[in-house]
């Protein structure tokens, strides 16, 4: 009795393990750069294409520290999705970062390090493929024009706004702006407003030294505002959210 009992266990192991090497979930993907440092992995549906990854060293970088791993087609996906990249770098300062295309800047994500790897969570609003690489993550202080740019930004809100969003990010480099995590603006109508589909982008960059701990680098800062707008606007005007 005691050696068919063991049979049994042996043969329920060997079928369990037979499943999960050559049965694959249709509802996940999961992609591998061709240099296997990059890994890609997300819940997804039978209507999303097959994903594929492509790595590109990239030219003059604020905060870059990794070659770009471009995940493609770009596409929301309708569950979560987990990125992960393996470097010998030390982890403290370094964090995952995806370019943000609709804003044009990095978007640094929450990091987690193990070992060799580092890793960021996707979920909701986020779970969106695109490029990502490993960046530098600094203090970087608000330029001393800082409310001058947003109250410029403001002003020149669409007259139909009814909530925004505004960033700030930095540059060093030409054309390479890295978001601020600390800097988020939200504004919104003091009435119920309902919102129409899509949004209105709008910037204010400003040409000026950028202050990095206690150091001076010659950059630029960037407002960047994402706009949602209605048939009429706020009747009151839009109202800064208490933080």
Known sequence: MRAMSIGWIVFLVALGSAYLLFVRDPDKQVVVSPDGFFRFSAMTAPSIPRMSVDRTEGGPSTARLSPIYSVTPSIG????ARVSLKS???PSGVVLARFWEEVGAWEPLPTRHLLDRFSADLQGDEAWTGSFALIKSVSVDSPPKEQLMLETLLAEAPENAVSGEVFMAYSLAPDDFVLIPSYKKVLSCEENTAALPGLVLQTNTLVQNVTIGERSFSGA???????????????????????
């Open 77 to 80: 996906l309708p569950a979560s």
């Open 88 to 90: 010998d770098l030390a």
């Open 221 to 243: 800062y960037s407002l960047i505002a994402r706009w949602h707008v209605g048939e009429a606007g706020c009747a009151s005007g839009l109202v800064l959210a208490t933080p």
